[in-house]
């Protein structure tokens, strides 16, 4: 059963424009959220990352919106540049735990 | 500085052979986690290492699959008697201490299983 879900396996959009990726959970006990970008024939790597005591972080060009109530986040970027073409994995766990519970991941495509 | 390596970086085997995936984590961290990624899946916890403490093992999909870490560094993750829905990108992952840290990933493993 999958407790964190990113319905969307792919996404194009222009260069300079906002790319939103999204992402929902099942269990409302979670309280630590990650994304991770992945290149092709690479390990995933740390992007950015929230608690549930907030509802926005922000590096850069990245934020992340924490929505409890929804159990929905989303990771913005922008502007969005070529270079951020990735599949992008959200993760979630519970703080004291030992286990990430990881989405299918979404295909960023950024147009030049 | 270095970080995660695994080896091989492929493996291709015949459906009942035994392989094993090494993990090289990064130097001082003192978690480590194995991961498998099938197709089209997302990323399944399979085991987790903290220091000398007994491994959480509760994501190892049946007991085919097992794992050691030597040292408190090397880990390597055996499948015995491999079968086709082995087939996928099994990826380890280093962490600098306790669980909620950030973890760094390897490259990952692909294996196909003939």
């Known amino acids: 059963d999958q407790q964190v879900k990113q319905n969307s396996p792919s996404l194009s959009v222009q260069e300079g424009r906002i790319s939103i990726l999204n992402c929902d959970y099942t269990n409302s006990m979670f309280d630590y959220f990650l994304w991770y970008k992945k290149y092709p024939a690479e390990g995933p790597t740390f992007l950015i990352s929230?608690?549930?005591?907030?509802d926005k972080n922000e590096d850069g060009r990245f934020t992340v919106f924490l929505n409890k109530s929804a159990k929905h986040l989303s990771l913005h970027i922008v502007p969005s540049q070529p270079g951020d073409s990735a599949v992008y994995f959200c993760?979630?766990?519970?703080?004291?735990?030992?286990?990430?519970?990881f989405g299918t991941g979404t295909s960023l495509t950024v147009i030049p | 500085g270095a970080g995660v390596s695994q080896s091989p970086s492929n493996k291709v085997t015949e459906k009942g052979k035994d392989v094993e995936l090494r993990c090289d984590p990064i130097?001082?961290?003192?978690?480590l986690y194995w991961y498998r990624q099938s197709l089209g899946q997302g990323l399944e916890f399979l085991i987790y290492?903290?220091?000398?403490?007994?491994?959480?093992k509760s994501g190892l999909p049946s007991d085919r699959f097992s794992a050691e870490r030597t040292g408190g560094s090397v880990s390597t993750l055996t499948i015995q008697r491999t079968q086709q829905e082995d087939s996928a990108v099994y990826l380890c992952?280093?962490?600098?201490?306790?669980?909620?840290?950030?973890?760094?990933f390897g490259p990952g493993t692909r294996l196909l299983v003939l």
């Open positions: 130097s001082g961290h003192t978690a």
């Open positions: 929230i608690s549930s005591i907030k």
């Open positions: 992952a280093s962490s600098q201490s306790e669980a909620g840290e950030t973890q760094y």
């Open positions: 290492f903290q220091g000398n403490s007994a491994p959480d």
């Open positions: 993760a979630a766990s519970f703080f004291t735990g030992n286990q990430f519970y």
